[in-house]
């Protein structure tokens, strides 16, 4: 008997019980979807954080003053004047001493009462800035345009403002070239920032961007600055920006006892590694959830071929009787096996294809081509190995014996 | 090879214990039967006399404890478990009390199946198997399914499974025990018809007048015979 017939056995024998194999294909494709969606799930969640880290922008560092342990003037024996001041900015944009930094914009910022016809709108943080910090800190200008260098140099008193003030202030009015005032003095609005994805408590979009001169000139004084805004060229080059910008700001602030600076350099990126690091964690805890999903998922299906190959140890037993031998058995029970499981767990991945397709409890799920691979893999195996183990038990008793079984 | 020189069957001194210790069961003690080609023979004994445990290994579904069982002059208990699937295939038609047909699987394929572990290909298996169905009168129930046979037609299907293969001996084990008056008349008359063709027939009963067809009659008590005749087969 050759294995065509073998095969056309095992098709027969899996669509004589349409029930039993129905319910066999349900079982793997249970256990294969869930252990496929919920990877996707705790994969899907662990981008979207990692996407809104990223929205913050990961090549800029943020300078700010104070020590990395504790407030900024606590140190007493320190009589050299350190906070930051906008004379550190050219040290900075030196490109002998700083290779890798792109853009340096000095931030002073404030909340700020602003008005426009009647209306008033308190603005969380007005900022005056380098044109630069738009593209450092992710912000793109969605109607009007940004300050210029021009703007800048001249002090012209412009502002480019978030999409919440627009709103707050203007309602329908377009704002471009508008006037509003701000704690008494008046400003241009020359832009509208593009809406910017929320990452925090904070709304990045209740913001104003004004050139510096204009902002120390008019609001804040020519005191220090609120924080430096330092871009690296790229990704990869953020850590080399970290340690020049410390080491120009050590020599510029004549800090001695460098183990207690006045400044803090921190990255963006700093804060994506520890984001990442926990979204690890979080695909790790549904990793072993889904394990478990796949142990539970392989124990029915271990079932349910056990108990569908027990059922027919009669059958095997009345086959051996006619004449079929013993290896002639095993391959139509494997090959019923594979064909059951092989249909279920593709089923089940197209099964989890499909719901990954929708948003789950606030997630969209990312699939990972690793945990269909082992999902599939897996399940497979079992259904082949409980499939075709208590087949080959059968099959190694006598006839009479196999005959005999209730 | 010549029928005088082997016959067909040939028991020496076989023993079947089952389970060991104080619990054991001696089903066969001692038991030795030859029979010649063509013969019918039919079994009789209680039930416990051991007499199914006889048919189990002479058509090679259990094995002795101890002896010798020769069929056609070969040692059995010398086969590898493939010679044995073979020797069942092709020399050995057997039908059960419980018809054991597989479940689900039409009647045509039922009687097929012994072909197909032959090794012949599926036209000329199922021309075979159609003529088979119409030596037991089932030809037109070829494509039902045992469930939507009754229990004569069912033993029939079994009894065309049997001879499908044309196999020198033909087992039946107490194969009208489950059946009415009127299909056990008809698996009569198939039986005898395959023992007017040459067949080697053994079968089992607990009732005389199936008994009465047969050439040989022999009764078994404890796992021993105890009476062996020959008698006229009714015309």
């Known amino acids: 008997m050759n294995i065509f017939e ?104 404030s909340s700020q009462t602003t008005a426009y016809a009647g209306t008033s709108h308190t603005i969380n943080s007005f900022v005056g800035t380098y044109p630069s910090y738009l593209g450092a800190s992710n912000y793109s200008v969605a109607n009007g345009s940004g300050f210029t260098q021009q703007d800048l140099t001249q002090g012209r008193k412009v502002v480019v403002i978030g999409q919440t003030v627009a709103t707050d202030l203007f309602g329908t009015v377009n704002p471009i070239d508008q006037q509003i005032t701000v704690n008494g003095m008046l400003f241009t609005v020359v832009g509208v920032l593009a809406n ?34 330092v871009e690296a060229t790229s990704a990869s080059t953020v850590s080399a920006a970290q340690s020049e910008v410390t080491a120009i700001l050590n020599d510029k602030l004549k800090v001695t006892n460098v183990s207690n600076e006045p400044f803090t350099v921190r990255s963006a990126s ?58 002639t058995v095993l391959t139509q029970f494997l090959v019923e096996a594979t064909v059951l499981s092989v249909i279920g767990g593709l089923l089940g991945v197209v099964a989890a294809v499909i719901g990954t397709r929708f948003t789950i ?17 897996v399940s497979v195996a079992i259904g082949l190995f409980f499939g075709s183990y208590p087949a080959s038990r059968a099959a190694s008793l006598r006839p009479i014996e196999a005959l005999r079984y209730e | 090879m ?11 001194t076989v023993v079947k214990t089952y389970g060991a210790g104080e619990t054991a069961v001696r089903a066969l003690r001692g038991l030795s039967l030859v029979v010649e080609r063509g013969q019918y023979v039919a079994i009789m004994g209680s039930s416990g006399s051991g ?9 090679c579904l259990d094995v002795p404890t101890s002896g010798r069982y020769l069929l056609d002059g070969v040692d059995v208990s010398r086969l590898s478990d493939r010679q044995l699937a073979l020797v069942r295939n092709r020399r050995i038609g057997f039908v059960f009390q419980a018809f054991n047909l597989i479940p689900r699987t039409t009647a045509l394929a039922n009687v097929e199946l012994p072909l197909a572990y032959a090794g012949m290909k599926g036209g000329e298996r199922r021309r075979r198997a159609a003529a088979a169905l119409a030596v037991v009168g089932l030809a037109d129930r070829a494509h039902h399914e045992p ?22 001996l033909v087992l039946a084990d107490e194969p009208t025990g489950n059946l009415d008056t009127q299909s056990t008349a008809d698996m009569l008359a198939v039986l005898d018809r395959l023992n007017r063709s040459g067949r080697t027939i053994v079968l089992i009963t607990h009732e ?28």
Do not use: C, W
């Open chain 2, 2 to 12: 010549t029928g005088m020189a082997h016959p067909v069957l040939d028991v020496r």
């Open chain 2, 51 to 59: 007499k199914s445990t006889l048919m189990n290994i002479l058509g």
């Open chain 1, 270 to 327: 700093q804060l994506l590694s520890t984001s990442q690091s926990t979204a690890q964690t979080f695909t790790v805890l549904l990793g072993a959830v889904a394990g478990i999903s796949l142990l539970v998922g392989g124990i029915g299906i271990t079932n349910i071929m056990l108990v569908t190959v027990t059922e027919r140890t009669r059958e095997i037993g009345i086959r051996k009787a006619l004449g079929a031998p013993k290896r």
């Open chain 2, 147 to 168: 469930n939507e046979l009754s229990g004569g037609q069912q033993q029939r299907v079994a009894v065309a499974r049997a001879l499908v293969t044309a196999p020198a």
């Open chain 1, 6 to 109: 073998t095969i056309r056995f095992a098709i027969r024998g899996v669509t004589a019980n349409k029930l039993r194999s129905s319910l066999t294909v349900l079982g793997m494709l249970i256990g294969v979807a869930a252990v496929i969606l919920l990877v996707a799930v705790g994969n899907g969640s662990g981008k979207a954080v990692q996407a809104r880290i990223a929205q913050l922008g990961t090549t800029t560092l943020t300078i700010s003053s104070g020590g990395r342990f504790g407030g900024g003037n606590n140190n007493t024996t320190n009589t050299q004047n350190t906070s930051l001041t906008i004379d550190l900015v050219p040290a900075l944009q030196d490109k002998v001493n700083a290779p890798h930094v792109k853009s340096v914009s000095p931030v002073v910022s």
């Open chain 1, 361 to 377: 409890v606030g997630v969209k799920p990312v699939i990972v081509p690793t945990s269909i691979v082992l999902a599939l893999g």
């Open chain 1, 196 to 229: 910017k994805d929320s990452s925090g408590f904070n709304d990045p979009n209740d913001v104003a961007l004004a050139p510096i001169t204009a902002v120390q000139q008019s609001l804040t004084g020519y005191g220090s600055l609120s924080q430096i805004l």
């Open chain 2, 208 to 235: 005389p007048d199936v008994a009465a067809h047969a050439s040989r009659l022999i009764r078994l008590v404890d796992g021993r015979i105890v009476q062996d005749v020959r008698q006229a087969v009714p015309i």
